[in-house]
C-alpha cells in the first residue's frame, strides 16, 4: 500500500500564480516525521522543510507555506505568487519511528511547471 | 554553509565494467545514506552508514557494496554493471545516527551504462 500519495503528477500554472501540491500520508506510528523536497532540472535533491507529528502549527517560509492536518493525513505546500525558478519536481516523504526505522518512504513527486 | 559533496558527478561506463562512486558528508555528520534514482521515479534506499558502521540494508543489488571510512566519507563500489544501473545516485548525510534527523543530499553522480 502506498504509505504516501501525491496524487498530482504533473501541475502547470503561469507565473505569478498561487499552487498548492497535496501530500496525503498513511501511518500508523504516533511519531513520525514528514518532509518535502525540491528537485530542480538540474537534479540536485533540495531540502525544503520537516515537520514532526506532534506539531500541527502551519509554516511560512517566504512565498513558501505548508498546512500540516493529522485529522486528514495530509501535509500540502502551497507556493504563493510562482516564479519560473519554483519548476521542479517536488516530492513529500515520510519517516515513520516504529515501522520503517525511519527511512524516507517517498511520494511519487509532483512536476511543477511555471511558464513565464 | 557546506553542503555534501559527491564525485564524480557524471560517470560513463560499459557493461560489466565497475565503478566507484565517492560521498564526503557535511562536516560533523556521522551518517551516510545512498540512494539510487531512475528517470521519473522517486529515490531508492540502498545502504546506509552509521559511525563507519552498515546500520540499515535497502534494495541494494548483491553487485554493490559500500562502506564508510574513519573520516566519515562513504564509496559506493558497483560492479558487473548492467544497463539498469543507469540511474542517477545520490549520498545523503545526516547527524546522530539513522534516526529522526533531515537527510541532506549531495548534488547526485549521474551514472550511464552502456
Known amino acids: 500500500a502506498q504509505k504516501v500519495t501525491q496524487a498530482q503528477t504533473e501541475i502547470s500554472v503561469v507565473e505569478k500564480e498561487d499552487v498548492t501540491l497535496d501530500c496525503v500520508y498513511e501511518?500508523?506510528?504516533?511519531?513520525?516525521?514528514l518532509f518535502w523536497y525540491k528537485q530542480p532540472p538540474s537534479g540536485e535533491l533540495v531540502f525544503l522543510i520537516r515537520?514532526?507529528?506532534?506539531d500541527e502549527q502551519n509554516e511560512i517560509s517566504g512565498r513558501y507555506s505548508w498546512n500540516f492536518q493529522k485529522s486528514t493525513s495530509s501535509f500540502n505546500f502551497t507556493i504563493t505568487a510562482s516564479q519560473v525558478v519554483d519548476s521542479a519536481v517536488y516530492f513529500c516523504?515520510?519517516?515513520?519511528?516504529?515501522?520503517?526505522?525511519?527511512?524516507?518512504?517517498w511520494g511519487a513527486g509532483t512536476k511543477l511547471i511555471i511558464k513565464p | 554553509a557546506a553542503g555534501v559533496i559527491q564525485s564524480p558527478r557524471h560517470l560513463i561506463k560499459e557493461k560489466r565494467e565497475t565503478a566507484t562512486l565517492k560521498c564526503y558528508p557535511i562536516?560533523?555528520?556521522?551518517?551516510v545514506y545512498w540512494y539510487q534514482q531512475g528517470p521519473g521515479q522517486d529515490p531508492q534506499f540502498l545502504i546506509s552508514?552509521?559511525?563507519?558502521?552498515?546500520?540499515d540494508k535497502g534494495s541494494i543489488p548483491d553487485r554493490f557494496s559500500a562502506q564508510q571510512f574513519s573520516d566519515y566519507h562513504s564509496e559506493l563500489n558497483m560492479s558487473s554493471l548492467e544497463l539498469g544501473d543507469s540511474a542517477l545516485y545520490f549520498c545523503?548525510?545526516?547527524?546522530?545516527?539513522?534516526?529522526?534527523?533531515?537527510?541532506?543530499f549531495g548534488p547526485g553522480t549521474r551514472l550511464l551504462v552502456l
Open positions: 545523503a548525510s545526516s547527524l546522530g545516527g539513522p534516526r529522526r534527523e533531515t537527510q541532506y
Open positions: 562536516p560533523r555528520h556521522d551518517t
Open positions: 552508514f552509521y559511525e563507519k558502521m552498515q546500520s
Open positions: 501511518t500508523r506510528d504516533t511519531t513520525y516525521y
Open positions: 515537520r514532526n507529528s506532534f
Open positions: 516523504a515520510l519517516s515513520e519511528d516504529i515501522y520503517s526505522n525511519y527511512q524516507l518512504i
